[in-house]
């Protein structure tokens, strides 16, 4: 992927590093606008990279935490909520194949808003929507539950939603262990079509991504 970025960015100032979250030793304290995240910070060690953001931002810095679940709300087939989430996330399915840190995203980063807050970070803001993500709207720590999406709008049919979720990793970890079973998203998109009484693969699907994002400001 590195190779692949930096071939692509030769004609530009960019610079491509890798390096632990939990450990920028290559930033200088104090010395970054901004640092963003997309649909990876479920993976960190919350509390180590929360403690190393707060020593590369400026004062006036920005951490900016954003990504989508994975899961969807169908708004035509409500009836199909509960079996994509079932797939995803129940133990007799797919749901013990997950790394760990799956449920730190699946929660809408609700534990970046806590370590936050518990790390007297300014200005925070966390947006979901909609308002669907498991636990939401949380009392201890409430999220402004957005209108619309502002990070995952994409538009499938069971085809393209299909080959999305061919593309999950705990599906790859699930077959190794399954080999001969058959293929585990094609039985839940017969499931669901059938759910649906759906009889083309191509049509259109009305769907409400599930997504989160966390703003804040260092603590001064």
């Not at 980063?109 to 939401?136: C, F, K």
Request: aromatic fraction near 12%.
């Amino acid at each position: 992927m590195l190779q692949s970025a930096r071939k692509v960015a030769t004609q530009t100032p960019l610079e491509f590093i890798q390096s632990p979250a939990e450990s920028l030793s290559f930033l200088e304290s104090s010395s970054v606008d901004v640092i963003t995240v997309a649909t990876g910070a479920h993976w960190f060690n919350i509390d180590g990279f929360v403690t190393e953001a707060k020593r590369v931002l400026k004062p006036s810095g920005t951490l900016a935490i954003f990504g989508y679940t994975g899961f969807a709300s169908f708004v035509d087939y409500p009836q199909c909520d509960v079996m994509l989430r079932e797939f995803g996330l129940s133990e007799s399915k797919l749901g013990s194949f997950w790394d760990q840190g799956r449920d730190v995203l699946v929660e809408g980063y609700r534990d970046y808003h806590r370590a936050l807050v518990n790390g007297s970070w300014s200005d925070i803001y966390r947006r979901i929507y909609p308002d669907t993500i498991q636990g939401e709207p949380s009392v201890e720590f409430p999220p402004v539950v957005g209108k619309a999406p502002v990070v995952m709008d994409y538009a499938v049919s069971w085809h393209t939603l299909k080959n999305y979720l061919s593309t999950w990793s705990t599906l790859a970890t699930y077959h190794r262990k399954y080999p001969d079973r058959e293929a585990a998203d094609q039985v839940l998109i017969r499931e669901m079509m059938a759910a649906a009484d759906s009889l083309d693969m191509d049509e259109p699907l009305n769907l409400e991504w599930e997504e989160a994002l966390v703003l804040g400001h260092p603590p001064q």
